[in-house]
Nanobody, 119 residues
């Protein structure tokens, strides 16, 4: 079973940038895709972005399109989320997740990393 560990969260002013990382441990990630989700206080977890692991196809939530960029380093089994032009509404715990098969579901989750954007 793949294990995921996020890092890179923190406190940043509105308009600033952060880069999140998610390291996949195990024998080497060979699943279908990896994605980022976030959950703000009092709100449900929501989709942020996803990337297919082999082909590198990406898809973003409308709320982050043009500001966030998802990428991966296959050799390092690491997922990234570059977040620019951050807004206070981006404040949330960010989770990475791995989809092992092309079935629309996610099979493994990280523990989350806090991102706080001050106004």
């Amino acid at each position: 079973q793949v294990q995921l560990v996020e890092s890179g969260g923190g406190l940043v002013q509105a308009g600033g940038s952060l880069r999140l990382s998610c390291a996949a441990s195990g024998r080497g990630f060979s699943g279908y895709a990896m994605g980022w989700f976030r959950q703000a206080p009092g709100r449900e977890r929501e989709f942020v972005a996803v990337i297919t692991w082999s082909g590198g196809s990406t898809y973003y939530a409308d709320s982050v399109k043009g500001r966030f960029t998802i990428s991966r380093d296959i050799a390092e089994d690491t997922l990234y989320l570059q977040m620019n032009s951050l807004k206070p509404d981006d404040t949330a715990v960010y989770f990475c997740a791995a989809s092992l098969n092309d079935n629309g579901g996610y099979d493994a989750w990280g523990q989350g990393t806090q991102v706080t954007v001050s106004s």
